[in-house]
């Protein structure tokens, strides 16, 4: 089972930008689809960017052209560019294999101040 650590949430005003990170603890290369999931404050968890290995990206309408999701199999990362934040995007950011079983990790938080 490979564990994935997210980080590079913080506090940002709308409009700025954020690269979201995710550290695998193996191989992600047999993994074949990733994914970011963000929680906001009194809503469900919704997928907002999913990557096939393969390198083909899905978006929620609501991010889409905003955030651009990657991955690094070499390196056994994956990222999460965030332009043009809105304060809607606030919330907590996990990263995943999808489909998700099991429990989540502890997520990064992003604020966005309006």
């Known amino acids: 089972q490979v564990e994935l650590v997210e980080s590079g949430g913080g506090l940002v005003q709308a409009g700025g930008s954020l690269r979201l990170s995710c550290a695998a603890s193996?191989?992600?290369?047999?993994?074949?689809?990733l994914g970011w999931f963000r929680q906001a404050p009194g809503k469900q968890r919704e997928l907002v960017a999913s990557?096939?290995?393969?390198?083909?990206?899905i978006y929620a309408a609501s991010v889409k052209g905003r955030f651009t999701i990657s991955r690094d199999n070499a390196k056994n990362t994956m990222s999460l560019q965030i332009i043009g934040l809105k304060p809607e995007d606030t919330g907590v950011y996990y990263c995943?294999?999808?489909?998700?079983?099991?429990?989540w990790g502890q997520g990064t938080q992003v604020t966005v101040s309006s």
């Open positions: 990557i096939s290995n393969g390198g083909a990206t």
């Open positions: 995943t294999d999808l489909p998700h079983v099991g429990s």
């Open positions: 193996g191989s992600i290369s047999s993994i074949n689809h």
